[in-house]
């Protein structure tokens, strides 16, 4: 368990740091434009290693889930690629994290 709670924790980190990394490159990219640019994740996927994103939107269109999990898949890849990162690592981080002894608040 000790040992899942640390996979948990690095792993939780490095996707908190690549998600910082996606977010610097969303503002480089739009340096000089009036606004930022957010590329979905499906898009910065393609830009990194486009055969797995192409094996892996092949493998959710083919299967016959309900449309509901299709909706949802969509959805997240349709977020920017710092949000998706960002959220998996908190949550990783969340989960992995060691819980204190003492939980409780004292008010005086």
Known sequence: MKFIKFLLKIMG???????????????????????????????????????????ISNFLSNRSWPSTLNERALFIVSLPAWVVLGVLGTIMLFVGRKKSGNNTIEIN
């Open 13 to 55: 980190t490095w996707f908190l740091g690549i998600a910082v990394v996606f977010l610097i490159r969303a503002i480089i990219l739009s340096q000089n434009l009036d606004y930022i640019i957010f590329l979905p994740f499906s898009q910065t996927w393609s830009d990194l290693h486009s055969s797995s994103w192409l094996a």
